[in-house]
Nanobody
């Protein structure tokens, strides 16, 4: 069993910054990829940023966050981060960590990010 522990969510004003963290623990034998999705009220869950190992590594960002969000990794700690800058109200959503462990997908419980004045 793999568990994903998310932290860093909260309330921030437009233009502010937050840093999300997600650490994988449990029966970890390999991590192929880790990243973030989000789901806004009334919307479908969408990819925010994902890093996948192999072939030199592949990083994908949603067009809406390019230039504002940065995903980073600490493979030794099985942790992925999402630095979120220049936050906008439309970034408000529940952010979910996703990990590919041994090729099997695991999801965190989600952390609320609210961007509002």
């Amino acid at each position: 069993q793999v568990q994903l522990v998310e932290s860093g969510g909260g309330l921030v004003q437009p233009g502010g910054s937050l840093r999300l963290s997600c650490a994988a623990s449990g029966s970890i034998f390999s991590i192929y990829g880790m990243g973030w999705y989000r789901q806004a009220p009334g919307k479908q869950r969408e990819l925010v940023a994902m890093f996948t190992s192999g072939s030199g590594g592949t990083t994908n960002y949603a067009d809406s966050v390019k230039g504002r969000f940065t995903i980073s990794r600490d493979n030794a700690k099985n942790t992925v981060y999402l630095q979120m800058n220049s936050l906008k109200p439309e970034d408000t959503a529940v952010y979910y960590c996703k990990a590919l462990v041994g090729g099997y997908p695991y999801w965190g419980q989600g952390t609320q990010v609210t961007v509002s004045s």
